[in-house]
């Protein structure tokens, strides 16, 4: 059974930079794509970002297209998250998940998460 491990959240000051990690244990992200999705204290869980892990292709939310950035390394088998300007509605928690879909920007297509991982940006 696949497991998630989300971390790198924190609180940065608007305008700066953090990087979130995720790491697979169990099986690697091969054939899979991994996105990130993130959830605001009473709202709905929205798409970030996604990225097809043997084809490279990626998707970005157009909320966040410019200043965020997903990456993989297979040899540790972690998907990054490279997130720069950030701005304070960016706050919320951060998932990463895993599908078997090869383009999909909805979070039931997603079938394993991990635990979240808080991010706060202040003004």
């Known amino acids: 059974q696949v497991q998630l491990v989300e971390s790198g959240g924190g609180w940065v000051q608007a305008g700066g930079s953090l990087r979130l990690s995720c790491a697979a244990s169990?099986?690697?992200?091969?054939?899979?794509?991994v996105g990130w999705f993130r959830q605001a204290p009473g709202k709905e869980r929205e798409f970030v970002v996604s990225?097809?892990?043997?084809?490279?292709?990626?998707y970005y939310a157009t909320s966040v297209k410019g200043r965020f950035t997903i990456s993989r390394d297979n040899a540790k088998n972690t998907v990054y998250l490279q997130m720069n300007s950030l701005k304070p509605e960016d706050t919320a928690v951060y998932y990463c998940?895993?599908?078997?879909?090869?383009?999909?920007?909805?979070?039931?297509?997603?079938?394993?998460w991990g635990q979240g991982t808080q991010v706060t940006v202040s003004s």
């Open positions: 998940a895993r599908s078997f879909l090869i383009a999909t920007q909805t979070p039931s297509d997603f079938g394993s």
């Open positions: 169990g099986r690697t992200f091969s054939r899979y794509t």
């Open positions: 990225i097809n892990w043997d084809r490279g292709t990626t």
